[in-house]
């Protein structure tokens, strides 16, 4: 047995206490300003009971420990077999993304990772610069230009959606003809990954999925009849190189890991960069100060990934029977991280609901351990690019509203952020 120390349990009344914050987690005004529910669910416990069984973990170091630890599992194939209701986990888009890097265990997992190395390690990081550059200056262009001919312009529909895919698209040399495609069947089919989707969501997620497989399947396909010195021809010769005689399996893998990386990297980065744009410019002095000491702006992007984090809630599963938070845990027993309420923990992060660039704080929007976002030095990237030069370049742009949200519970997305000069 593990234990992660002896915080705060659950009471039985949590179960039916958590349903009406769930409630107004999904509400208008729960998207605009989740943080007073996620205190909410904090003063229950640091492990609190989940109406449909399982827990919502919202202490710092108890999500730590899960997101950390080794007997915690995401909610693999095996796990999905082992459920009394298997119906729900034969969705299709489930099943699509529950053979993506995010939802093996090892040793699968080891065995993909180590495959693809460190992905974004500085020198490749370093290569991508000028281009991600250039792809900043073409979006600031098109953002001016809607600045000066209507006098206010939706920074998500602009700049905010627009840079990830041409970071992405560029590196895989997908052509700039498909990214409004991608985008399109992205935004439907993430909904098969909330907490709890409707049979209409589903069926929004299945169709999309059909969308993406028949896309990416086509890309590989394409690659292989074409190949050339970009990642996925590489990927192509790798993987065949693994599975000789077996065409099959290597495409299947190449599918797989290409459809994942494109479309991980598309809506959280775009909520990333449009939260600090938001949390930025609706406070002039704010955006004054770090213009002045742009040598903060790594400091901003953390602040902005801690205060409202891309991604709210993921699961776990215990490996074996445990102990977490002093709330005895069975095995096979699912647990939600909150990312925001472990963010806001005042026992970490003192003052927790004020925005402060200099915070130097800690955050678990990356996740941890085996499953650390792998894209998280791209994101970041993206986003100092991004900050540095909006600011220079329009140094009294702010939200003429503010941000509109999907109706989501696990993956934040902004749809709009109407912003002027």
């Known amino acids: ?110 065995f993909r990772r180590r495959a693809l190395g460190n992905l974004f390690d500085r020198g490749t990081l370093e290569a991508m610069r000028p281009r991600i550059a250039a792809h900043v200056t073409e979006l600031l262009d098109r953002l001016d230009a809607q600045l000066r001919a209507h006098g206010e312009a939706d920074f998500v529909a602009t700049v905010g959606d627009r840079l990830p ?21 992205t935004h439907r089919q993430v909904h098969a990954q909330e907490l709890i989707p409707t049979k209409s969501e589903l069926a929004v997620s299945a169709r999309a999925t059909v969308e993406m497989r028949a896309y990416f399947t086509g890309l590989v396909a394409h690659r292989r009849a074409h190949p050339g010195n970009d990642v996925l021809s590489g990927w192509i010769r790798y993987w065949d190189a693994q599975y000789p005689g077996d065409r099959a399996a290597a495409d299947q893998m190449l599918y797989d890991l290409t459809m994942f990386l494109t479309i991980a990297s598309l809506e959280t980065t775009a909520t990333l960069l449009t939260n600090a744009v938001w949390f930025l410019t609706q406070d002039p002095a704010r955006a004054g100060w770090l213009r002045r000491h742009p040598e903060h702006v790594d400091d901003a992007i953390d602040e ?37 309420a472990a963010n806001h923990d005042p026992r970490r992060n003192p003052d927790p609901h004020l925005f402060d660039i200099r915070r130097k704080g800690a955050h678990l929007t990356f996740g941890g351990g085996v499953h650390y976002c792998l894209g998280a030095g791209l994101a970041r990237l993206e986003a100092r690019l991004l900050l540095t ?27 709009s952020l109407k912003v002027t000069t």
């Open 1 to 110: 047995m593990t234990a992660v120390g002896v915080i705060r349990g659950t009471t039985p009344t949590d179960r039916r206490a958590v349903i009406p914050l769930l409630r107004r987690l999904r509400s208008a005004e729960g998207q605009a300003d989740p943080v007073p529910v996620w205190d909410e669910l904090r003063a229950l416990g640091d492990v609190v009971r989940a109406p449909w069984g399982g827990y919502f973990v919202t202490g710092f170091d108890a999500c730590n420990q899960v997101l950390r630890d080794r007997n915690w599992l995401v909610p693999d194939f095996a796990w999905q077999q082992r459920r009394p209701g298997t119906a729900r986990w034969q969705d299709p888009a489930t099943q699509e993304m529950t053979r993506t890097l995010s939802r093996l265990n090892p040793p699968e997992h080891t």
């Open 165 to 185: 895919i041409h970071t992405v698209g560029h590196w895989l040399a997908i052509p700039a003809g498909d990214y409004p495609h991608i985008l399109d069947f």
């Open 304 to 340: 902005a990934l801690r205060y409202d984090p891309p991604i709210h809630l993921n699961s776990r599963f215990a490996a074996d029977d445990t102990v977490l938070a002093g709330v005895p845990i069975a095995r096979d027993t699912t647990v939600h991280v909150l990312y925001g």
């Open 389 to 415: 030069r909006l600011l220079e370049r329009f140094p009294t742009l702010r939200p003429s509203a503010g941000p509109t949200y999907a109706n989501r519970m696990v993956f934040r997305r902004i749809t």
